[in-house]
């Protein structure tokens, strides 16, 4: 039997701050989507992103307390090259985002930035080099 990659889910504590990051960085979440307790914005090829209250996961695992730090990275390619990057790094922690390590041209040659999520997950802002 084979499985085939369809989901990438993200454990929320703030739905409607988490909905409102990822459609800052382009992701499509349907309206309404902020006041749901699980949200799902369509990927290309087919894959999905969701957004899963704290409240949903414990409706399955009572005990469940999350981990303090994750182990899972997001990436997502900017569209405008490095300005891209620069340009929405800068955008988000201007409304408030943390900015983990601001842009640089990384040696895998990539301009590349770190932010966190309201949640505090590591979210990775890339475009390649010229």
């Not at 039997?1 to 990051?21: G, I, P, Q, T």
Request: with cysteine; aromatic share 10%.
């Amino acid at each position: 039997m084979n499985a085939r990659f369809d989901l990438v889910s993200v454990v929320v504590s703030d739905m409607a701050a988490s909905v409102a990051f990822y459609r800052r960085i382009g992701l499509d979440f349907p309206a309404g989507a902020e006041s749901q307790p699980h949200a799902e914005a369509e990927l290309s090829g087919g894959l999905r992103f969701a957004l899963d209250s704290e409240e949903v996961i414990r409706s399955f695992l009572p005990d469940w307390h999350g981990v303090p730090e994750g182990r899972v990275g997001l990436a997502f390619l900017c569209d405008g090259g490095p300005r891209g990057v620069d340009d929405l790094y800068a955008a988000l922690v201007a409304e408030g985002h943390q900015g983990v390590r601001p842009p640089w041209d990384a040696p895998w040659g990539q301009r590349y930035a770190l932010v966190a999520d309201p949640d505090g997950n590591g979210v990775d802002l890339f475009a390649p080099l010229p």
